[in-house]
């Protein structure tokens, strides 16, 4: 009996160790400072290992990623993903939303946050349709309005922005909901402002405010110093549009000093590229002074997808060519962004995390961006997302880098 259960073991039938081993990629993890060659391996659905060698007869699968980069899965924390029938309702269960797996894999991204397209009267559909059905992980900002955004006069409608019954319906949510959304309010009032940060304040969840656009502008520096608590994020970082709202760099192209200030007190930017908020103009002079955006978001939605802004990797691509070392770019689309939604479970490849995996290969060439204006940056790098796991199963091969050798046809 004994003799039989040792055969089982060392025959040639015997069970790997791990589902997956991504062999000899240069592992970029930076919450667990990781930066170099480096194996990976899953099991389980988890990271099961992370070392100077793991060896490949222990992977049902193994994947070569020599030359490549491997990250943990791309988080983007602004996105519109509440795609629907409704026509008339904008990004609100409507066609300006898109539809997750159609955007993230294919980018290395294997969770999206949703930037407040659904209010409470609109989430549990958003949930049912979206989130529950959904290879990609989505979670939400739950607007402040109940209404979602759904455009027009619903959102400017004040008394639809009710902080108190928004929080009590995010506590219900906690696995989905990790934060409050304010948005596109025109009016010169701070109350939509001052109720989704009570909402947040109500749920102990970060805020994200999209400044409006009233005119003449609100003062930013109110805002970042007065209005908005540590934790609490500005979006639209690299935004310019004068007359109805404040940017972070002035006319001359430097960047105001309370934007440093409110850095130092703790509050967060994010890019929320979308399709008419990413200036060079901004963007270049902010960066070379040091103001970069704490997490790297694209504001995915229809009017985003196909214009300069593309996709999550062309928009990390974009911060290398101005400047970023790699490793500063994955840590503001992964560990920056899990930390400002407090899901620091995610964002990382510490043993026994789920397995959002993304491989990116560098490419060098000749590339070109564009911001909202349609001026081109020339660049000489671009990353693209070979291979994305999300929870231990590969979702996306660009190449078939983890396909089976072809047969004799
Ligand atoms: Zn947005």
Redesign the pocket.
Known sequence: MVIAVLLMLSGPGMAQTYSIVIKGGHIIDPKNNIDGVMDLAIKDGKIALVAKSIDEKEGKQVIDARNMYVTPGIIDI?V?VFNGTKYEQALMNGPNSVGPDEFSFRAGVTTFVD?GSSGWRGFQDFKKQTIDISQTRVLAFLNIVGEGMRGGPFEQNIKDMEARKTAEFAKKFPAEIVGIKL?HYVGHEWAPTDSTVEAGRLTDLPVMI?FGGSEPPLSLEELLMKHLRPGDIFTHAYAYWPKTREAPVDENGKVKPYIFEAQKRGIIFDV?H?GGSFFWSQAIPAIRQGFIADAIST?L?TGSMNSGMKDMSNLMSKFLNMGLSIQDVIMRSTWNPAKIIKRTELGNLSVGSEADVAIFNLGKGDFGFLDITGEKMEGTQKLIAELTIRAGKIVWDLNGIAGSEMKKY
């Open positions: 602004h519109h930037a948005a999209d929320g979308g504001d939605h």
